[in-house]
């Protein structure tokens, strides 16, 4: 079955720390894979994504991400989190081709602590 | 752009009473998404258009929930009659179609209570 497991339900760092938040994915073809953050009473917004090629890939507002075939994972991270990276962070799984439907996570809620 | 226009962004009705939500996906975008989010259920995607035409409704919780695209520029989704188990955050995205068509831009979304 198809599916996207972010483990973490919760996570609080402090402002300054690195963070790493826990993506795993179960999927049957190859991944198209995406983050996404969203902000109190906000919509989702794209933080970045893997289609193919370099599986360490850059995204807005300082994060990265890496894809490990082998371990079936997306894990985002940024080495210095801001006050203002506290939201809610989905990661998403679909493919290539005309089948738009993605799967995603339950998401991760990040708190930052001062 | 503008981005992703849904509207109303707050709707409190009372069981039974029909509700509309609408949204206005970003000029060219050729796809259009439905979701639906809830605590306990996460994003769920409800249906999703190409080129004005509805593909994929099997995320339709049951009949009473109907979709609409008649233009480029404008969706619905109704509700009728409501139920309080209705009551959830649902979110219109768009997107473009080729490499990028997985890249959704999602709304501010509408929140919905059903009384």
């Known amino acids: 079955a198809q599916s996207v497991t972010q483990p973490d339900i919760h996570i609080t760092v402090s402002e300054g720390a690195s963070l790493e938040l826990r993506c795993n994915y179960s999927?049957?073809?190859?991944?198209?894979l995406f983050w996404y953050v969203q902000s109190p009473g906000q919509g989702l917004q794209l933080l970045l994504k893997?289609?193919?090629?370099d599986t360490l890939v850059q995204g807005i507002k300082g994060f990265e991400a890496e894809f490990k075939r082998s371990q079936s994972s997306f894990n985002l991270r940024k080495p210095s989190v801001h006050w203002s990276d506290a939201a809610e962070y989905f990661c998403a799984v679909g493919a290539a081709g005309n089948n738009r439907k993605l799967i995603w996570g339950l998401g991760t809620s990040l708190a930052v602590n001062p | 752009d503008a981005g992703v226009i849904q509207s109303p962004r707050h709707e409190v009705t009372e069981m039974g009473q029909e509700v509309t939500l609408r949204c206005k996906p970003i000029s060219g975008h050729d796809y259009l998404f439905w979701y639906r989010q809830t605590m306990m259920r996460g994003l769920e995607l409800l249906i999703y258009f190409n080129n004005n035409v509805p593909i994929d409704d099997s995320g339709m919780p049951e009949d009473r929930f109907s979709a609409k695209m008649p233009n480029a520029s404008f969706s619905t989704l109704k509700i009728q009659p409501s139920e309080p188990r209705d009551s959830a955050v649902y979110f219109c995205a768009s997107s473009l179609t080729g490499a990028g068509a997985n890249v959704l831009t999602f709304g501010a979304g509408s929140r919905l209570t059903v009384l």
């Open positions: 999927y049957g073809a190859t991944p198209y």
């Open positions: 893997y289609f193919s090629g």
